[in-house]
């Protein structure tokens, strides 16, 4: 449990910490979320190396998509993704109904806006990770109503 409270406070912190330098002219929102994402994109990297260290190598990507939606989320998140949907043309949709980074604030509308910056890291998570598993893959977040969010993947296997 101290895990997931460090993780969450620290996600907010760089969250808050790179927008706060961006308000205070030390750089653009949109390098915010770049900068988000590729952090992001590192960190998925570096776990997938530790989580498939012993894993036998995957068939296609539907194993990698749910590899990812089991055991990679439910190692970072505690849970696993609530759906996974495609439409077999290279787009994958993940949803999680009950999102670690957006429970905190949820609790009103107000926040519906500022959700997209806590997405980010987690976007790049996703790339980093499926980079490492051999998929190229673009990742794009949306939130409609708080806690839940889609987690959109267009991926092309390199």
Not at 74 to 81: A, D, H, M, P, W
Not at 96 to 120: C, I, V, W
Request: charged content about 25%; hydrophobic content about 40%; proline content about 1%.
């Amino acid at each position: 449990m101290a895990d997931e409270a460090l993780f969450l406070l620290l996600h907010s912190e760089m969250v808050a910490g790179l927008y706060r330098a961006a308000e205070q002219g030390e750089g653009e929102n949109g390098r915010c979320t770049t900068k988000l994402e590729s952090m992001g994109f590192r960190v998925g990297q570096g776990l997938i190396e530790r989580f498939t260290k012993d894993t036998a190598r995957f068939k296609d990507e539907l194993d990698i998509m749910k590899f990812i939606c089991k055991d990679f989320w439910t190692t970072v998140f505690k849970k696993q993704i609530d759906n996974l949907r495609t439409n077999h043309q290279g787009i994958y949709v993940l949803q999680d109904n009950k999102f670690r980074l957006l429970t905190q604030m949820s609790a009103g509308k107000q926040y519906l806006e500022h959700a997209p910056k806590y997405l980010a890291f987690t976007c790049g998570l996703i790339r980093g990770g499926l980079s490492n598993l051999g998929i190229k893959s673009i990742v794009t977040a949306e939130v409609s109503s708080m806690p839940a969010c889609k987690y959109y993947l267009e991926y092309s296997i390199s």
